[in-house]
């Protein structure tokens, strides 16, 4: 009987330590876009191997190819984390935690790059593109969209009647490409993009001029699903914070272009919350 009792107790207890077992292994699932160069997948095994030596369980990116597929993965919480574009987090922030903001050329801003073929000497603001065709990168965008429309309407010009033809990319670097190309005779793209491709690929970028440069915007922030554990939510945020001062995480940043994460702070968004606030008043 004793014996009987003991097995019993025994698989009582393995069932308890597989069970918690399989808790600790549960895997972080972090969503990204198009705007963070997801298709360079050397840089996304170095960064996951490293989450995953600071977390101590598995992590997952999730690859979409449009902002809108990441936020609604956020909603539905088949995701646990999503790198964001800045508009989304402000048009949804009540849904959402802000986890991490990156700093870039050490600010926690970036600003919006409205480029020009290379060739084209006489563009210096969005208002010499009329009737020329224009390509915009996704609707969810910030700099992406939602500023050049933003820029026209202040200037008293209705956006959908204004250019020749527009089109979506669907990713920043697709919109620098267009325009490289002449596919576009101008796009609005996130400056943190353009500088980094710049770096990468100095050919392509030099068949595109900055004609006009926007003011800070806050850099689009990592953000958590509200159920998303409170205790998952400070380790994956105290490993973003460490990657500047981990050699791992250094080689990581340098290969972004980054030069860490920071706490994110919302006046760092109260530019985007001014234009969202004055679009949709139109």
Same mark, same amino acid.
């Given at each position: %009987?004793?014996?009987?009792?003991?097995?019993?107790?025994?698989?009582?207890?393995?069932?308890?330590?597989?069970?918690?077992?399989?808790?600790?292994?549960?895997p972080v699932r972090i969503g990204l876009t198009p705007t963070f160069l997801?298709?360079?997948?050397?840089? %996304?095994?170095?960064?996951?191997?490293?989450?995953?030596?600071?977390?101590?369980?598995?992590?997952?990116?999730?690859?979409?190819?449009s902002y809108q597929e990441t936020l609604e993965l956020l909603r539905q919480r088949r995701i646990d984390v999503a790198w964001l574009c800045d508009c989304p987090h402000v048009t949804a922030n009540a849904e959402f935690k802000l986890m991490a903001t990156p700093v870039f050329n050490g600010r926690p801003f970036y600003r919006s790059y409205l480029i020009v073929p290379e060739a084209d000497k006489t563009t210096h603001n969005i208002l010499d593109?009329? @009737?020329k065709v224009f390509a915009f990168t996704d609707p969810y965008s910030n700099v992406g969209y939602l500023v050049p429309r933003y820029e026209l309407k202040k200037a008293g010009v209705e956006p959908d009647s204004f250019f020749r033809r527009t089109f979506f990319t669907r990713s920043q670097r697709k919109s620098i490409e267009a325009v490289?190309?002449?596919?576009?005779?101008?796009?609005?793209? @996130?400056?943190?993009?353009?500088?980094? %491709?710049h770096q990468q690929a100095p050919v392509l970028t030099g068949r595109t001029r900055i004609a006009d440069r926007s003011p800070d915007y806050g850099f689009?922030?990592?953000?958590?699903?509200?159920t998303f554990p409170a %205790?998952?939510?400070?380790?994956?945020?105290?490993?973003?914070?460490?990657?500047?001062?981990?050699a791992a995480g250094r080689a990581v940043l340098k290969n972004m272009n980054l030069d860490g994460f920071v706490m994110p702070k919302p006046e760092?968004?109260?530019?985007?919350?001014e234009v969202v606030r004055f679009m949709r008043n139109q």
């Open positions: %009987m004793l014996i009987r009792l003991l097995q019993v107790v025994f698989f009582l207890c393995a069932g308890f330590l597989l069970s918690m077992s399989a808790v600790a292994v549960e997801n298709e360079r997948h050397s840089l %996304m095994a170095d960064w996951k191997k490293y989450l995953e030596r600071k977390l101590r369980q598995p992590v997952i990116f999730v690859l979409r190819d593109l009329k @009737n490289a190309v002449g596919v576009a005779d101008g796009a609005s793209v @996130n400056s943190y993009i353009w500088e980094t %491709m689009p922030p990592f953000v958590a699903e509200h %205790m998952q939510f400070n380790h994956l945020q105290q490993a973003l914070f460490d990657m500047s001062s981990d760092h968004y109260q530019q985007v919350i």
